[in-house]
């Protein structure tokens, strides 16, 4: 959804589907650097001897790092609304961490345009955003996305 649409053709696709991503890996490498940013070095991400012993049977990805992936599985099909000098991460109304994402798993993400709205001039916006796991029934995360669109 990369062309450019008016306010009112953003209006007129509440409710549908933006699009699905392409599968994208996360592999142990990825997990490290995220838990030297963040500074979250707990077993279960980074130590893979010790993880094999637990539930998950070896390391799993950061639900944060899982998370912060929505915006780069979204982009190819966010919309882009004419005029918009920036749009910016507003916040999230919800967000559950359904299932965990094992080391190497391939997630991609579905959104829905579940509502957007006139706010001061600018455009609030809603996306129902799923985050699947390749080959598993349960999805890694369900969270609703807010951006704001400013003119």
């Known amino acids: 959804m990369s062309d450019t649409m008016t306010r009112g053709e953003l209006f007129e696709l509440v409710g549908q589907d933006l699009g699905v991503s392409d599968w994208f890996q996360i592999d142990q490498d990825r997990i490290n650097q995220f838990a030297d940013v963040t500074e979250d070095h707990q077993f279960i991400h980074v130590d893979p001897i010790r993880a094999a012993d637990s539930p998950f049977n070896g390391t799993i990805v950061h639900g944060m790092l ?3 992936m929505i915006v780069h599985l979204c982009d190819n099909f966010v919309p882009s609304v004419e005029g ?3 749009v910016i991460n507003y916040g999230f109304d919800r967000v559950r961490f359904a ?3 094992k080391v190497d798993g391939r997630i ?3 959104a829905k345009l579940i509502e957007a709205k006139e706010r001061s001039g600018q455009i609030l916006v809603k996306v129902k955003v799923t985050i699947e796991i390749e080959n598993e029934s349960k999805p890694a995360l369900v969270a609703e996305w ?3 669109h400013l003119f």
Do not use: E, I, K, Q
């Open 108 to 110: 991609r993400t579905a």
């Open 146 to 148: 807010l951006t704001m």
């Open 66 to 68: 899982t998370l912060s």
């Open 99 to 101: 299932a965990p994402v």
């Open 84 to 86: 918009v000098r920036m």
